[in-house]
């Protein structure tokens, strides 16, 4: 069973930063493309970034693309979301997940931008 643990969210200033982390369990970590979605109170799940298998390429929404970095450790079947210059925008809870549209995601780690 594919299973996703969130963490790291928190309370950032608007241009601060943060690093998000999921610990992955169920499958074979190591040879999954794997994305990050978000969803921010009354709206749709946004698809933010896909990491290849290997974590040599990844992708990004044009919301994040420039700020939000993504990595990953096969060693320790986590994956990372580092978050820079963030907006309240970003404001959302964040999820890992299997395929862009979210399937498989954990609880999520909520993220709040505010002063």
């Known amino acids: 069973e594919v299973q996703f643990v969130e963490s790291g969210g928190g309370l950032v200033q608007p241009g601060g930063s943060l690093t998000l982390s999921c610990a992955a369990s169920?499958?074979?970590?190591?040879?999954?493309?794997l994305s990050w979605v978000r969803q921010a109170p009354g709206k749709e799940l946004e698809w933010v970034t896909t990491?290849?298998?290997?974590?040599?390429?990844?992708w990004y929404g044009d919301s994040v693309k420039g700020r939000f970095t993504a990595s990953r450790d096969n060693a320790k079947n986590t994956l990372y979301l580092q978050l820079n210059s963030a907006t309240i925008e970003d404001t959302a809870t964040y999820y890992c997940?299997?395929?862009?549209?979210?399937?498989?995601r954990g609880q999520g780690t909520q993220v709040t931008v505010s002063s």
């Open positions: 997940a299997t395929t862009t549209d979210g399937a498989n």
């Open positions: 990491i290849n298998a290997a974590g040599t390429n990844s």
């Open positions: 169920g499958f074979r970590f190591s040879r999954t493309v």
